[in-house]
C-alpha cells in the first residue's frame, strides 16, 4: 500500500492538503483537510485492471469545493440533519443554532465542520491498511452550540478495498453531537455508463422509517416501509417510479440494532458491477436520493450532475431527535467520549456473483 501528501493552498493561514491513499488491489481514496472533503474513491473493473471509475460525484477544482453548498462528501456537524426551528433546551437552557435552512438548522450551520480545515495529526501505513487521522475543535457556542467539542475523524484504507471513517469526540459541557458522511455515491462511474441512479439495485436492513412534514422535519412518527417506495427491505432496483414520486429523504431505522458494526445496506450498478456492502453501529441511516440537485454542478469529467444523480447514506442519531421526546437523545454529557464508525466495503465484481 502507499500514499501521497500534497499541499493544494493556504486559506486563513491553514494549509490544505490532499492525501490520497492506493491499495495492493489498484483501488484509491482521496480526500482533502477541508471538511475532510473526500475527492476521488477510485474502482477498478474487475475484469479490465486498466479502466477504472471514480463513484463519488464531486468538483475538479478546489475553488468549487470551497464554494459547495450540497455538502459535497464531507464530515457534517456538530449536528447532521436538521433541527426544528433551530433552537433546543438543554439543562433548562434554550439555545438559538443559525437557520441555514429557511426558519431551521441543517448540517451543523451556516460554516459547519464542512467547512473547517481540520489539522492532520498523523498518518499511519500498516502495510494492509493506511490510516489519516485528522482533528478539529469546536469553540464553546460556535453555530450555537454549547461546550468545547475536540473532535477526530479518522479515514483508511486496507487490502480487503474497505473504505472505514471513525469519529470521536468529547465536550467540556453538556452538547448536542451526531456526525455523519455525507458522500454522493454513483456507482455507474463518471465515463460510458455515467446516468442517473435509478437503475441501482439497493436492501436496506431497515423495515421502519422516521415521517417528514413538507419542510422535511421528522415529526416524531415511525412508519413501517411495507406497500410504500421506502421499502428496501429486500433488494430491488431503485427505479424511475421511486425518483418521479419526490424520491427519497427519510430517516431509516436498522433491524436488531446492537450497538456493533454490522452489514446494514448493500447497493450497486448493474452496468459497472461496482457497488458496496455498508456496515455501521448507528442506529439508522438517512438515505437521500439526490432530489435538490441540479445541473448548475460543473463535476468530474466536465460532466454536469442532475437531480438524482447521486445516492446519500449517512449513518447517524435520529434527526431532530433533541426536539422528539420518543427518539433516542443524542446529548453528549460532559466528559463522555462519543463514538461512530462507518465502513464502506467496496465490490467490483456484483455481476460475477
Known amino acids: 500500500m502507499k500514499f501521497s501528501k500534497n499541499k493544494l493552498a493556504k486559506k486563513n493561514n491553514k494549509t490544505i492538503y490532499s492525501i490520497e491513499f492506493t491499495n495492493d488491489n489498484g483501488f484509491k481514496f482521496n480526500f482533502i483537510n477541508l471538511g475532510c472533503y473526500i475527492k476521488n474513491v477510485i474502482i477498478p473493473y474487475s475484469k479490465k485492471n486498466d479502466k477504472f471509475e471514480d463513484v463519488v460525484l464531486g468538483y475538479n477544482n478546489l475553488k468549487n469545493i470551497i464554494n459547495d453548498k450540497s455538502y459535497f462528501n464531507c464530515i457534517v456537524g456538530r449536528v447532521a440533519g436538521r433541527i426544528s426551528n433551530s433552537s433546543f433546551f438543554l439543562n433548562n437552557k434554550k439555545y438559538n443554532l443559525f437557520n441555514n435552512e429557511k426558519k431551521h438548522h441543517l448540517h451543523g450551520g451556516k460554516y459547519g465542520f464542512n467547512k473547517k480545515i481540520w489539522s492532520i495529526k498523523d498518518i499511519e501505513n ?34 480487503k478495498n474497505q473504505i472505514t471513517i471513525e469519529f470521536q469526540a468529547i465536550s467540556d459541557k453538556d452538547t448536542l453531537v451526531n ?13 460510458l455508463n455515467y446516468n442517473n441512479i435509478e437503475n441501482h439495485i439497493l436492501s436496506i436492513n431497515s423495515n421502519k422509517y422516521c415521517e417528514v412534514d413538507n419542510e422535511l422535519i421528522p415529526n ?19 427505479g424511475l417510479n421511486t425518483l418521479k414520486k419526490g424520491g427519497i429523504d427519510n430517516y431509516y431505522i436498522f433491524r436488531n440494532y446492537k450497538k456493533t458494526v454490522n452489514k446494514v445496506l448493500k447497493v450497486f450498478s448493474p452496468s459497472t458491477g461496482m457497488g458496496m456492502i455498508l456496515l455501521s453501529d448507528q442506529p439508522g441511516l438517512q438515505f437521500y436520493t439526490g432530489n435538490n440537485l441540479n445541473c448548475d454542478y460543473i463535476g468530474k469529467n466536465n460532466r454536469y450532475y442532475g437531480k438524482n444523480f447521486g445516492l446519500c447514506f449517512e449513518p447517524q442519531l435520529y434527526p431532530n431527535a433533541i426536539n422528539i421526546r420518543n427518539f433516542p437523545s443524542i446529548v453528549l454529557k460532559k466528559g463522555n467520549i462519543y463514538k461512530s464508525k462507518v465502513v464502506f466495503n467496496l465490490i467490483n465484481n456484483f455481476n460475477d456473483k
Open 126 to 159: 500498516n502495510n494492509n491498511s493506511i490510516v489519516c487521522t485528522m482533528n478539529y475543535k469546536s469553540l464553546h457556542l460556535e453555530e450555537g452550540y454549547p461546550g468545547n467539542l475536540e473532535c477526530y475523524v479518522k479515514y483508511s484504507l486496507n487490502n
Open 179 to 191: 456526525l455523519t458522511n455525507h458522500n454522493y455515491w454513483n456507482f455507474n462511474g463518471h465515463t
Open 220 to 238: 416524531g412518527k415511525i412508519i413501517s416501509t411495507a406497500k410504500t417506495k421506502y421499502n428496501f427491505h429486500n433488494q430491488k432496483k431503485i
